[in-house]
DNA sequence: ATTGTTTTTGTATTCGTATTCATCTTGATA
DNA sequence: TATCAAGATGAATACGAATACAAAAACAAT
């Protein structure tokens, strides 16, 4: 008497239904809130009655419909993702660790993949809509305004890899100002004495971060001038950045990339376009350890993030979120250097 | 009278609680039913009216519930998105080509990622109680029983870049077969005469086809030796096979990889550690084209997949699934070459 | 045996919105 | 002006599960 009722002829009718709590209820010959108490792990119910309703269910296929135990218990169990820049494979490793995670703990990742920041308005209300348990972001700074949205209905925010003065925003996010100025001490200390910043051209925190530390720890060792370049995360915005750094009359002897794909560009092109050899002619140093940084082809001296502790940071901050009376909103993470061939 | 019953002191309740579309109906003096109907585009409400609602709601910050809303209307306007082998950029990138297309629709990503494929049926089983609107799964081939489940609900299943022969399940596909044949013509028709194939270790039917196209190919030109490498879509693995090919007595002089990573991994041994010639020594072949492809350092010639078709093929089987009288549940693509260096 | 205590189960209500049906308003037409 | 149709709105209900409260059952202690 379920739904058997598939086609008859003629007509091509799904059938949609699945079984109900009430259904389960019915059929193991108990009350609704009976079922209900044996698929909740910590409700006071006889044993003996729970099997005989996990039975029943398990005849009937019945799971207990996420939607609806959403609305009643006020959570989703569901926590919102956005990110952009998928160009470098750094984010989408983040995201696949994160859900891992996520999993062990049975919630689920509520995606949005957003190169622009124009939107963020509309996607954080969107996320808000469907009561998720907190909200990672990796793709901008989050408004005051809308920090506030979500402060107000008790979802946490974390900023992954950004972070703002925002009291309401909570920020996981390596130490890239300390990174800027181990960088500038590497190559002081490799003996290079002319450089080259290449930053993104947002206005991401990381790069600005990562410029700030390596350009004050030049000034304080007595080296003014540096050159910053603007370009994005991307290999072929490395790639021009190095028809820049011929058009301008004099090469810096190292050049220090807001990220790995940039470098890589650089390095592709400076080799391969216009034979000058790494690290003899033009150092480079880039920024995320991603794979490609080992790569026999590249072999790229870059900056290693500890992101499995990052992730645990943010996954902490949003599953227990009691524990929010930590000092301090931002929690930074040090940067190792990875040293390879191109320094 | 809600339940504001929180820890009451030294307690810093945030206050948590959302507006409703009563209290906007209260705020607007009108029913809760109009209030519905203000945000329902295609319902019929003097458009004074629906004015006045938005402004109460605006006032109040008010937003539809979209869990409430799933309930009622039996769809949680989300897609289960199942993916795997983030290694290679070219999941990421269909991740979010497929988030982007369904921001248009104000459709939702509800991502899992999972290397492993024992545990689908808990994944699947964890999407299906989300009521979304179908399912794309990029990480394996769906069992017959798990199809039935999907089926039986009336929630699409699209495989993306797999498929199985189960009549219950829609797939997306590029034509692997073709691709492996043409690679054999085109290896040939270059004046190669000994060839190799590097496999994924999976059941992947990506892997399998590229394969039997290529060996069904061959063998039609008479040469029927060609050594399959077993492997998985990973550079390190590609760096690996190197290993095998130079313990065996004779080199191959063409080697078509399963994709552009394992080629990458294969390219660079070869040429840094052991200082062959790419393509005199060894010639290499990839697929995906993925944007490492078309570095100078690679130049790899490799096979580009229309993804940008595939997907619209995929969100239009989820989004429109009337249109199912298709006559095949298996939509192909035909894949290009590009020929680049490395041939 | 009686009372009190604890455990287990059932009843009724709730979450927030969409929708059916009935009611009311408005304007048009005869 | 009377009648009707069409349109707009409100009242009531449904979606499916969780939970407060009440009732019942089981058990202990006197």
Redesign the pocket.
């Known amino acids: 008497m379920k739904k058997n009722t598939r086609e008859i002829p003629a007509a091509k009718e799904p059938a949609v239904?699945?079984a109900?709590?009430?259904d389960v209820a019915r059929l193991a010959?108990?009350?609704?809130?009976?079922?209900?108490?044996a698929?909740?792990p910590d409700?006071?119910?006889?044993p003996?009655?729970?099997e005989k309703v996990l039975a029943a269910a398990r005849a009937l296929k019945?799971?207990?419909?996420a939607?609806?135990?959403s609305?009643?218990?006020?959570s989703s169990n569901m926590v919102g993702v956005i990110m952009q820049n998928f160009n470098s494979p750094f984010y989408p490793k983040i995201l696949s660790e994160i859900s891992t995670h996520l999993q062990k703990f049975g919630k689920q990742i509520l995606f949005f993949y957003s190169n622009t920041e124009d939107n963020m308005q509309q996607l954080i209300g969107q996320i808000l809509q469907y009561r998720v348990d907190g909200i990672i972001i990796t793709s901008a700074v989050l408004s005051s305004e809308l920090a506030e949205n979500c402060a107000a209905l008790g979802i946490p925010v974390v900023l992954f890899n950004r972070y703002t003065t925002n009291l309401n925003v909570q920020a996981v996010c390596c130490d890239n100002i300390q990174a800027g100025r181990d960088c500038a001490d590497y190559l002081l200390q490799k003996g290079y004495r002319r450089f080259g910043y290449v930053a993104s051209s947002e206005n991401a925190s990381t790069s600005l971060d990562r410029q700030k530390g390596f350009l004050d720890r030049l000034r304080e060792h007595g080296i003014l001038d540096c050159p910053v370049y603007q370009s994005d995360f991307s290999y072929e915005a490395g790639a021009q950045i190095v028809e820049e750094l011929l058009a301008s009359s004099k090469l810096p002897e190292a050049l220090f990339c807001a990220n790995d794909m940039i470098a890589a560009g650089v390095i592709d092109t400076a080799r391969h376009k216009y034979s000058l050899r790494i690290p003899e002619d033009l150092a480079v140093v880039g920024f995320d350890n991603i794979p490609m940084a080992s790569y026999s082809s590249y072999q790229i001296t870059s900056f290693s993030q500890p992101t499995e502790d990052m992730i645990q940071a943010a996954l902490q901050i949003i599953l227990e979120p009691r524990k929010r009376n930590s000092v301090s909103n931002l929690r930074l993470f040090p940067c190792t250097l990875v040293e390879r061939r191109t320094t």
Chains 1, 2 share one sequence.
Not at 62 to 65: A, E, K, S
Not at 71 to 74: M, Q
Request: proline share 3%; no cysteine; net charge positive.
């Open positions: 239904s699945r109900t709590s009430i010959g108990v009350s609704q809130a009976t079922v209900s108490r698929f909740s409700s006071k119910i006889l003996s009655t729970r019945y799971t207990p419909d939607i609806a135990r609305l009643i218990s006020n």
